[in-house]
């Protein structure tokens, strides 16, 4: 997969725009990666530039300021521009500034977001026609308001389509960022960038949000939550369905009731649906064996893990285990691709 817009194996200038109320933490998760590649390379791979409306420092929502190289004029060479953004985002959806996101969108400049960034993408006209995604407090109001029609917003931590790249909130820019590091400078300096950070795993494109049950259940119900909550602290050893019940001062019939009302499904599967997401982080980012995932998560035996496993998601656990050499063996493809086009004298793609 190559970068519209963007170079491979090369040095990068990125852009940051600070919003007042920015997420603190979004930026650094997305800033620091670049740090340590350059760090771990020992040379200068990513050259970073923190822009603000009129070049005065800017404060995170935790109150800190940040300052910064520039104003939006003059408008600095770059590869890609990342808004950051946060809290009451819509108030700083100014004219001027929109207008400056264009203009770097009509210099065919990519352009990203993190956190709340994204909302300002859309306010500009710059996601019309792309997939993009935002923190989920932020999708369940946009779907509710009917914003954007033109953009379609997912459930994704975060997304790369074309000349664009949003992500969500809190940690996610780091797997954004790893992700892009990893495509444009090899993946063992993008793990080795995570191993300093002690990520254990760098999510991929395919790996989405996890709701909070409220907000999956489009409101609160304290009976609903305490069970699930049960049931996500006993995965190893499952409790019965009446042992659950009667925690939560339920029968066992107004439990089920409950689950297939406001969740659409029975007790049991959604039960079973955690164990089974637990079973794909553990192998996804550890070694063990199938068969200690499948004792880890509760299941009797490996075969019902299989089955099971392989209902739910489409392909067995040892398939999943494959996916992290069929990721490497593509960032091993486009660095190859990326090599030979430079060797004949052409441009990397």
């Not at 060479?77 to 996101?101: I, K, N």
């Amino acid at each position: 997969m190559a970068f519209h817009g963007m170079p491979i194996n090369g040095h990068y200038e990125i852009g940051f725009l600070l919003l007042p109320g920015f997420s603190h933490l979004a930026f650094s998760s997305a800033l620091e990666p670049l740090r340590m590649a350059n760090h771990l390379a020992a040379r200068r791979l990513y050259t970073w530039h923190l822009v603000s409306r009129d070049g005065a420092p800017v404060a995170a929502s935790n109150g800190l300021a940040t300052l910064v190289d520039q104003a939006l004029e003059p408008v600095p060479a770059l590869d890609l521009l990342l808004v950051c953004a946060g809290v009451e985002v819509q108030r700083h959806c100014d004219r001027a500034t929109l207008s400056w996101l264009r203009r770097l969108a009509g210099r065919r400049i990519p352009l990203g977001a993190v956190c709340t960034g994204g909302y300002v993408l859309a306010q500009a006209g710059l996601l019309d026609g792309y997939r993009c995604t935002l923190h989920w407090e932020h999708i369940s109001s946009l779907h509710e308001a009917r914003r954007f029609p033109e953009v379609t917003f997912t459930s994704q931590l975060f997304v790369m389509d074309r000349d664009r790249y949003t992500c969500s909130g809190g940690n996610a820019p780091l797997d954004m960022l790893l992700n892009l590091i990893g495509r444009q400078q090899g993946l063992a300096l993008a793990e080795a960038i995570a191993e300093e950070f002690i990520h254990e795993r760098i999510r991929g494109v395919s790996d989405r949000q996890r709701y909070p049950l409220r907000v999956r259940l489009g409101h609160s119900h304290p009976k609903l939550e305490e069970v699930a909550t049960l049931m996500e602290a006993n995965l190893q050893e499952p409790l019965a369905m009446n042992e659950l019940a009667s925690y939560a001062g339920l029968s066992r019939r107004q439990l089920e009731r409950f689950f297939q009302r406001y969740v659409g499904k029975p007790p049991l599967k959604y039960y079973l649906e955690l164990r089974l997401a637990r079973a794909r982080l553990l192998l996804l980012q550890t070694h063990m064996p199938v068969t200690e995932v499948a004792l880890a998560c509760g299941f009797i035996s490996p075969p019902h893990f299989t089955k099971c496993y392989h209902d739910h998601f489409g392909h067995s656990p040892s398939a999943e285990r494959k996916g992290r050499r069929e990721r490497q063996t593509e960032f091993t493809a486009v660095q190859a691709e990326a090599t030979q086009g430079t060797a004949q004298g052409g441009e990397a793609p």
